[in-house]
Each structure stands twice: as structure tokens, then as C-alpha cells.
């Protein structure tokens, strides 16, 4: 989900998530036009505290099942991805904004948009994921 579009969601349908990760894996059109799967990795080595929502949805009918569904927040990416051929970047949120992140203002949008702004800025490198 981009943060372009993360005012959009309605309200009271889904809380805010972290998901640490020392690593992401994106699709990327290869030099003879295949996929390819590229691993990108944090400069200096470090675990990211990435931005995501999730919801539990609860089953309509007797005998389905509920379901827990997330989406991690990404943004427009940093030139070392967009130069690897991806158009996105996961969100990374600074330490300091985690407890405003886990817990924010009711009816304040402009708060939780600040802090995908606000975002940790790592330098990443890439390979062919293994």
C-alpha cells in the first residue's frame, strides 16, 4: 500500500502494524526482459521497523473462517532501488515515532502521515535473492 493512499482507508478498520525486517525481496524485469527476484538489503546491516496496517475480519456466516490480512506501507523508492528497476520502497518509521505509530490520535490522519514522512532514510544494497 502506498502512503499516498493510506488516508483513503476508513477509519476504525485497521491498526497500525510494525514488521521488522533485515531484508526485502522485489520482482524486477531482468536484462533480457524476464523476472527476476532481486534481495535488498539496509547499508549498514541494521533491522527496519517497517510501517503496516492489518485488520481482523470477522466471518459474516457460521462455519467461515475470520480472516487477519496486512499490507506493508511503502513509498516512492530511494534512486539506489529505482535504479535496480523497482518503483516502491517499504517505510521505514524511526524509533522515536514507534509509540505514535502503534497508538495514534483517533480522527488525526495528519498525525500518522507525518510520521510515514518522517521516515528512517537507509542507503540499500541489492543481488539476486538466493
Request: with cysteine; aromatic share 8%.
Amino acid at each position: 500500500m502506498r502512503s499516498t493512499g493510506f488516508s483513503g482507508l476508513g477509519r476504525g478498520r485497521h491498526t497500525h502494524g510494525l514488521i521488522l525486517v533485515d531484508a526485502f525481496y522485489e520482482n524486477v524485469a531482468g536484462p533480457d526482459g524476464k523476472n527476476i527476484v532481486l534481495e535488498f538489503r539496509p547499508d549498514p546491516p541494521q533491522t527496519l521497523l517497517v510501517a503496516c496496517v492489518w485488520s481482523h475480519w470477522r466471518a459474516s456466516k457460521p462455519g467461515e473462517q475470520d480472516l487477519l490480512s496486512f499490507a506493508i506501507i511503502t513509498d516512492d523508492p530511494p534512486p539506489e532501488i529505482a535504479e535496480a528497476g523497482h518503483d516502491r520502497c517499504p517505510v521505514a518509521i524511526k524509533q522515536e515515532n514507534i509509540d505514535a505509530w502503534l497508538n495514534p490520535e483517533p480522527r488525526n490522519l495528519d498525525a500518522s502521515d507525518a510520521i510515514l514522512e518522517d521516515k528512517l532514510r537507509p542507503y540499500y544494497v541489492h543481488r539476486l535473492a538466493p
